[in-house]
Each structure stands twice: as structure tokens, then as C-alpha cells.
T-cell receptor, first 114, second 115 residues
Framework: AQKITQTQPGMFVQEKEAVTLDCTYD???????LFWYKQPSSGEMIFLIY??????QNATEGRYSLNFQKARKSANLVISASQLGDSAMYFC???????????FGSGTKLNVKP | SAVISQKPSRDICQRGTSLTIQCQVD?????MFWYRQQPGQSLTLIAT?????????ESGFVIDKFPISRPNLTFSTLTVSNMSPEDSSIYLC????????????FGPGTRLLVL
């Protein structure tokens, strides 16, 4: 069964504007972790931000924030003040059962327009 | 976070040949993983590389095709054997940190094209 769903194959955003990338997840476990990664065209996977299932506050890392809605099982990534260098693939991931495995979504390709 | 390097960064190979990809980490880590990312796709876990024992392979991946070595806590290799064009992918080494978050960090990847 699909554990992580990213419904936006591609997104466009104007430079300096904010953009939200959607991610929903499926688990019956109470303890899990949610992650976002950025993959530029070079291929490297860059860790951006983490949200634990017991964290009461939304995670923030610089221009990245995670809009965590536990009841809806969503973990959307918000990028503020988009920059041209933000153009990349973005993957949502969940660490969960069994064996604390990582599950990756299908990714969203973000294009930042000048 | 751990600093991970991979060699080679990219290669073009002929079908039927084999390629060994090296992954080096700057600190000792318990858990190392190998992923494959086919063109336009998400990441698929090939196997977990265990130090001192055989790797644990995911469904659809077998040791004869993807032999893995893990001689110590900072190094691992993945071999792609008897390659076909379908093996053209990015191969990524990953380690998991041992803190509460258990974040996975990735190497720069090896971009493989099989002709």
C-alpha cells in the first residue's frame, strides 16, 4: 500500500513568492518521522527538514517550514521567498514500520520562474 | 551529519559488464543503505548493508545481481552485475544517523548509463 503520496508532479512559482508542496502519508503507528529532501539536477539528495510524530510545533529550517496536520496525515513543505536555486525535485519521506524503514513519495518537480 | 562520498560519480558501461560503486563515510555508522533511482522515478531501496554479515535485500533484488560488501563501519561497495540498459539509473548510498530522528543522509550518487 502507498505510504507516501505526493499529488503534484510539477509546480511553478514566481521568484520571491512562497510555495507549498503537498504530502500525505499513511500509517497506523503512533511513532514515525517525516522528512523532506531536495534533489537538484546533479542527483544528490539533500535533507531539508524533519518532523517527528510527537512534535507539537511545526518544524522550521530557515526558509523551509513543515505544515504538519496529524489528524489529516499531511506534512506539506512550505518554501518562503523562493529563489532560482530552489528549482529541483522535492521528495517527502516517512520513517515508519516495519523496521523503521524509509518510504519515499513520487516527488514534485518545482520550477522557480524569474 | 555524516559526509558521504561515492565513486565513480558517473559511468557509461557496455551491456554484460559489471560496475562496482564505492561509498565512503567520514564517521562510523551502523546502518548503510543502497538505493536505485530509475529515470524520472522515486528512490527504491535495494538493500541494507550490514557490517560483518550479508546484506539484507528488498523484494525484487538479489545478491547475484547486486552483490554488496561492508568490510567496516565506514565503507561499502555495490556491484551491478551483468548490466543491461534497464540498469541505467542513479545509485545512491545512504546512512542513517543514530540520533533520535534517525535521519538518512545520502551520498552524491553514481549516475550509470548502460549501452
Amino acid at each position: 500500500a502507498q505510504k507516501i503520496t505526493q499529488t503534484q508532479p510539477g509546480m511553478f512559482v514566481q521568484e520571491k513568492e512562497a510555495v507549498t508542496l503537498d504530502c500525505t502519508y499513511d500509517t497506523s503507528d503512533q511513532s514515525y518521522g517525516l522528512f523532506w529532501y531536495k534533489q537538484p539536477s546533479s542527483g544528490e539528495m539533500i535533507f531539508l527538514i524533519y518532523q517527528g510524530s510527537y512534535d507539537e510545533q511545526n518544524a522550521t529550517e530557515g526558509r523551509y517550514s513543515l505544515n504538519f496536520q496529524k489528524a489529516r496525515k499531511s506534512a506539506n513543505l512550505v518554501i518562503s521567498a523562493s529563489q532560482l536555486g530552489d528549482s529541483a525535485m522535492y521528495f517527502c519521506a516517512m520513517r515508519g514500520p516495519p523496521h523503521n524503514k524509509f518510504y519515499f513519495g513520487s516527488g514534485t518537480k518545482l520550477n522557480v520562474k524569474p | 551529519s555524516a559526509v558521504i562520498s561515492q565513486k565513480p560519480s558517473r559511468d557509461i558501461c557496455q551491456r554484460g559488464t559489471s560496475l562496482t560503486i564505492q561509498c565512503q563515510v567520514d564517521s562510523q555508522v551502523t546502518m548503510m543503505f543502497w538505493y536505485r533511482q530509475q529515470p524520472g522515478q522515486s528512490l527504491t531501496l535495494i538493500a541494507t548493508a550490514n557490517q560483518g554479515s550479508e546484506a539484507t535485500y528488498e523484494s525484487g533484488f538479489v545478491i547475484d545481481k547486486f552483490p554488496i560488501s561492508r568490510p567496516n563501519l565506514t565503507f561499502s561497495t555495490l556491484t551491478v552485475s551483468n548490466m543491461s540498459p534497464e540498469d541505467s539509473s542513479i545509485y545512491l548510498c545512504s546512512v542513517r544517523d543514530q540520533g533520535v530522528r534517525e535521519t538518512q543522509y545520502f551520498g552524491p550518487g553514481t549516475r550509470l548509463l548502460v549501452l
